[in-house]
């Protein structure tokens, strides 16, 4: 178990601190004279490693360091991007902070507005989310002054870090028994017996156990979330009373610093937002689900891909080439997205075992990419967008978001259920108070949960 057995993983730590510690030798050290094809190549190693290491079928051990290889090489990416953005200007590439410490990038620009659901079509045809998206700029949000590092009393500090430790602890004792459910129903529901072919969507059990399967994926990124909020608190009330100890002014800077940016993450809105009132899939995709990736893709993909295409001037508006760059935009940030989950599942299971199932690597990226088409299309700058949402009830709408996503969703969840190596048998971390008593939920039975 990875929880309990630290100390074996310490050579596993090391090996993958390699590449970090060469990446802050060429980034911090020797900046100057490291090329970014260098940076690039070191980044490369550092995702590389679970692949041809870790990839063993140890998916317990492996979901820590495949975690921190995304973490790592998502920073060293982040960090190339900025110093490619300061160009040869060598005062701007001083002032960039140590790679590891962008760790918010993911979530360093809130986009969501919470007071309206429902897009709004501005003047060029475009609602405020697919704006929100093309903008360099973002909309004002409770949490836009957060960037601006302002002064604070140790008191304050210590009192917002105290209140949120004591938030997320509770909220964590609430969440063991409503995880040991979820938890348990992946120990104790057996496979559906097309689990081994194409036919995802028969007969209607096999569609309805692959949907609860998905649902269950939901408050299990909640915890994840929520989890890391804890520990932020956590290290924020550690270094405040280490701060109080010792009130030296490198204490109380560290401190300040530490102070805001957990302030930054731990005032983003939720994860998710009431997905199952998406009405397209463009409002689930850019609105409602798991909003933490977004302005790290943008950033990374979604910007780079649309500088590739003309601008919208004012004087000399290119329609045909702002709508291409758009949609290449949007379909390269989902081709990323599918390329990071079938990354997730190749170095959490191993490429031995992936071969062992024909046609199972890909289909992470098929997954988004059907998810691509369908959020352009039902994006708000389609010539028929605005004949739709006026034809089209509400209703009627959400439905079909519904029985599309539903339709697509075996797409994504066969290839772990197939190997058992996310979903089944369940995490093993949360206690088993439900196994013997949730059986006659399963559509296909139980399993021997003995072995």
């Given at each position: 178990?990875?929880?309990?057995?630290?100390?074996?993983?310490?050579?596993?730590?090391?090996?993958?601190?390699?590449?970090?510690?060469?990446?802050?030798?060429?980034?911090?050290?020797?900046?100057?004279?490291?090329?970014?094809?260098?940076?690039?190549?070191?980044t490369i190693i550092q995702l590389l490693i679970p692949i041809s290491y870790r990839g063993a079928g140890l998916w317990k051990e492996n979901d820590f360091f495949v975690a921190l290889?995304?973490?790592?090489?998502?920073?060293?990416?982040?960090?190339?991007?900025?110093?490619?953005?300061?160009?040869?200007?060598?005062?701007?590439?001083?002032?960039?902070?140590?790679?590891?410490?962008?760790?918010?990038?993911?979530?360093?620009?809130?986009?969501?507005?919470s007071n309206n659901h429902k897009d709004t079509t501005s003047s060029n045809g475009e609602d405020n989310a697919i704006t929100r998206m093309t903008a360099?700029?973002?909309?004002?949000?409770?949490?836009?002054?957060?960037?601006?590092?302002?002064?604070?009393?140790?008191?304050?500090?210590?009192?917002?870090?105290?209140?949120?430790?004591?938030?997320?602890?509770?909220?964590?004792?609430?969440?063991?028994?409503?995880m040991s459910f979820f938890d348990g129903l992946l120990h104790v529901c057996s496979f559906p017996p097309t689990a081994n072919s194409i036919l995802y969507w028969y007969p209607w059990k096999t569609l309805a156990y692959y949907l609860v399967t998905f649902l269950i994926v939901h408050p299990y990124l909640h915890a994840v979330d929520l989890i890391y909020r804890f520990f932020l608190s956590a290290h924020l009330m550690m270094m405040v009373l280490w701060t109080k100890t010792k009130p030296t002014k490198d204490c109380m800077t560290s401190l300040l610093h530490h102070y805001h940016d957990s302030r930054h993450y731990i005032l983003q809105p939720s994860l998710f937002d009431q997905p199952w009132l998406a009405h397209?899939?463009?409002?689930?995709?850019?609105?409602?689900w798991h909003q933490l990736l977004r302005p790290g893709f943008k950033k990374l993909v979604y910007d780079?891909?649309?500088?590739?295409?003309?601008?919208?001037?004012?004087?000399?508006?290119?329609?045909?080439?702002?709508?291409?760059?758009?949609?290449?935009?949007?379909?390269?940030?989902?081709?990323?997205?599918?390329?990071?989950?079938?990354?997730?599942?190749?170095?959490?299971?191993?490429?031995?075992?992936?071969?062992?199932?024909p046609g199972m690597l890909g289909q992470q990226t098929i997954f988004f990419l059907l998810q691509g088409v369908a959020t352009v299309i039902s994006s708000p700058c389609m010539p028929w967008y605005r004949f739709l949402s006026r034809a089209v009830p509400m209703w009627l709408a959400r439905l079909l978001t519904l029985v599309w996503f539903v339709?697509?969703?075996?797409?994504?969840?066969?290839?772990?259920?197939?190997n058992g190596s996310l979903l089944l048998p369940g995490t093993g971390l949360y206690p088993r108070f439900f196994d013997s008593h949730i059986g006659f939920l399963c559509p296909y039975g139980t399993i021997d949960t003995s072995s």
């Open positions: 178990m990875l929880f309990f057995s630290p100390f074996m993983l310490l050579p596993d730590i090391i090996l993958y601190s390699i590449p970090s510690f060469l990446f802050y030798l060429c980034t911090e050290k020797h900046q100057q004279y490291t090329p970014d094809i260098v940076l690039v190549f070191i290889s995304i973490s790592l090489g998502s920073r060293m990416m982040f960090y190339i991007h900025d110093l490619r953005q300061c160009g040869n200007n060598q005062e701007k590439r001083q002032q960039l902070a140590v790679f590891y410490q962008a760790r918010h990038q993911w979530n360093e620009s809130p986009t969501r507005s360099s700029t973002t909309t004002s949000t409770p949490s836009s002054s957060l960037n601006d590092v302002k002064p604070v009393s140790l008191s304050v500090i210590y009192h917002d870090s105290r209140r949120w430790f004591l938030k997320y602890v509770t909220y964590i004792a609430l969440l063991v028994p409503i397209s899939a463009h409002n689930l995709w850019s609105c409602r780079p891909v649309r500088s590739l295409f003309p601008e919208e001037k004012a004087n000399n508006t290119s329609i045909m080439g702002v709508c291409m760059g758009r949609i290449a935009a949007i379909m390269a940030v989902f081709l990323a997205s599918g390329l990071l989950h079938d990354y997730i599942l190749l170095a959490r299971v191993g490429l031995s075992a992936i071969r062992s199932y339709f697509t969703l075996p797409i994504f969840i066969v290839p772990f259920s197939r």
